[in-house]
């Protein structure tokens, strides 16, 4: 059966097309830098907000109404499976990634659940066989369901811990049987509510004992996919403990985790710290810890996970030069976390949101490989710093300086010129940059 018969493959034609249903600057075997578009971004759709969402907000039901809506749950779920892959092929899209939630509904008991989830399994790896398209990665949904009311790895009910890593461990077997590259830890409900009633320390010791937990199980099954955790700051905890790339980091750091573990950066989860994504991807990158990240964006004047599909020209194109300068995205992808609007729910919505989100970051990469060749930026942060290259300077990066010479050359009372930032001058040209793609 066909989901989206009205849709065909989507095609590259070009800037000069009118064609709603078409990409624009996303030609994925164009060469950037020496690989093409499609290696450089290898982007992925996400199965939660594509075929399991319905425009539902908090003050009202789904808008969007799907073919298989009116299914029995299992049906339901095989209907999504077929749905997904027409939409890869249509979409020319190489990943998707789920929730196991996503993809198959709960049972009665954690058995009834764990034969659900092996059915649908099954017919995922049939259709990867055939399709040749492949899992980004996978995840556990451990925040939907009322036991995780306290948090998972974090809960105060050993009781509950003891389910989430049944179901993190069924996660790891799903991983292994599809071929997912990575698998991601996000942790929807570990943090809390107040400190009041909350043993932090406990919570965090619990949470980093999963992770290892996690890792030695993945070790004996042969599960070598690249394990990332997805910093978020708050919603729907007050305050999740996995807050923003730092504070994961200085986590995996305490609990010497920080060798198996990278970062699933999101882009409106940045907005929500008080960060712009290209910080958090800064930060991730200058610590080794870049691992994938989750294409989005938030509503800056609304203060929750608003999860708009890219089009911020600016915002793709500075995201894409941190990932050149970072060396690329290596097993990771740019995932499509993102959600159609509520008004917007007939199908073809999902091929217009995915292929804008698509161009977007096409036009990005294409603006980025120019800052890239032109060196545009290591010219004006290499000037600005220029003072660290040579003499007082240069003894200060070389680690030869202390505070006994720095008072010396200090008390020469020699005259001190900053040079101007330029930030202005420098946005204006990015924007020339940008537009002349």
Known sequence: MSYFQSVGKIAYEGKGSDNPL???????????????????????????????????????????????????????????????????????????????????PEGETLQETNQNLDTIVELLKQNMKSSGKKLLWNTANMFTNPRFVHGAGTSSNADVYAYAAAQVK???????????????????????????????????????RLYRMALDYAREIGFDAQFLIEPKPKEPSKHQY?????????????????????????????????????????????????????????????GWDTDEFPTDLYATTLTMYELLRAGGIGRGGINFDAKVRRGSFEDVDLFYAHIA???????????????????????????????????????????????KSLEQYALQNNPIKNISGRQERIKQQINEIIYSV
Request: proline fraction near 1%; include cysteine.
């Open 22 to 104: 078409a990409f624009k600057h996303y030609n994925p075997q164009e060469k950037v830098l020496g690989k093409t578009m499609e290696e450089h971004m290898r982007f992925a759709v996400a199965y939660w907000h594509t075929f399991t969402g319905a425009g539902a907000d908090p003050f009202g039901v789904g808008t969007a109404v799907r073919a298989w809506d009116t299914m029995s749950e299992m049906d339901k779920a095989k209907a999504r499976v077929e749905a997904n892959f027409e939409f890869l092929e249509k979409l020319g899209v190489p990943y998707y990634c789920f929730h196991d939630r996503d993809v198959a």
């Open 170 to 208: 069924k996660g790891l077997e799903v991983g292994k049987e599809l071929g997912a590259e990575n698998y991601v830890f996000w942790g929807g409900r570990e943090g809390y509510e107040t400190l009041l009633n909350t043993d932090m320390e406990m919570e965090l010791d619990n949470l980093a």
């Open 242 to 302: 996995d807050f923003d790339a730092a504070t994961t980091i200085s986590f995996l750091q305490k609990y010497d985790l920080a060798g198996h573990f990278k970062l699933n950066l999101e882009a409106n989860h940045a907005t929500l710290a008080g960060h712009t994504f290209e910080h958090e991807l800064r930060t991730a990158a200058i610590n080794g810890m870049l691992g994938s990240l989750d294409a989005n964006q938030g509503d800056l004047l609304l």
């Open 357 to 403: 989100g698509m161009d977007s970051f096409a036009w990005g990469l294409k603006a980025a490989a120019k800052m890239v060749e032109s060196k545009f930026f290591d010219t004006i942060i290499g000037e600005r710093y220029g003072s660290y290259g040579s003499g007082i300077g240069e003894e200060i990066v070389s680690g030869k300086a202390t505070l």
